[in-house]
T-cell receptor, first 113, second 115 residues
């Protein structure tokens, strides 16, 4: 069966520090991968998606970036965190056509102080 | 283009009473529709999905939803609420015109269960 992992589960970082969040998927090949952010009291905002290794599409301009160095690994990064980067970050995967359901990881709670 | 509107930001029901979470959508193509549930500080879990088969869809934990094309609705129901149903619920639409990012999420409905 397929599983999706995210780490760390929680993170507290000072403003201006770098960020690296990792997501890995097991049990499937060539998944579509997604990064979402969920700010307090708000819905999900799609940040990045990837249809293959090295292929990244950005949905919103920001100081975050994403990379996909391996088929089932998706990394969210920042060189310098802002206070507004605080939130709950969710990774998700899907297979095949765009209108298939997505499966979500457990999330990472990021607090920027 | 596609969009989804969850008509209530908060719904409060007593334990043992029916649950109704409302969702309306718009889509240029034949849509797929989903309901997800999110418990505090957890990821989203798929409750059920509609993909142009039966219009009444049964999901996990006793939830079901009915696709009504004439009303462009996909409301989520449960006959009897349980305390463990307290969570955030998201209605999601996707149509064949979308790209790899083809899901559109509603803003969520916070379900409160009163003892």
């Amino acid at each position: 069966s397929q599983t999706i992992h995210q780490w760390p589960a929680t993170l507290v970082q000072p403003v201006g520090s770098p960020l690296s969040l990792e997501c890995t998927v097991e049990g499937t090949s060539n998944p579509n991968l997604y990064w979402y952010r969920q700010a307090a009291g708000r819905g999900l905002q799609l940040l990045f998606y990837s249809v293959g290794i090295g292929q990244i599409s950005s949905e919103v301009p920001q100081n975050l970036s994403a990379s996909r160095p391996q088929d089932r690994q998706f990394i969210l990064s920042s060189k310098k965190l802002l206070l507004s980067d605080s939130g709950f970050y969710l990774c998700a995967w899907s297979v095949g056509l765009s209108y298939n359901e997505q499966f979500f990881g457990p999330g990472t709670r990021l607090t920027v102080l | 283009a596609q969009s989804v509107t969850q008509l209530d930001s908060h719904v409060s029901v007593s334990e043992g009473t029916p649950v109704l979470l409302r969702c309306n959508y718009s889509s240029s193509y034949s849509p797929s529709l989903f309901w997800y549930v999110q418990h505090p500080n957890k990821g989203l879990q798929l409750l059920l999905k509609y993909t142009s088969a039966a219009t009444l869809v049964k999901g996990i934990n006793g939830f079901e939803a009915e696709f009504k094309k004439s009303e462009t609705s996909f409301h989520l129901t449960k006959p009897s609420a349980h305390m463990s149903d307290a969570a955030e619920y998201f209605c999601v639409v996707s149509d064949q015109g979308g790209g790899a990012d083809g899901l559109t999420f509603g803003k969520g409905t916070h379900l409160i269960i009163q003892p």
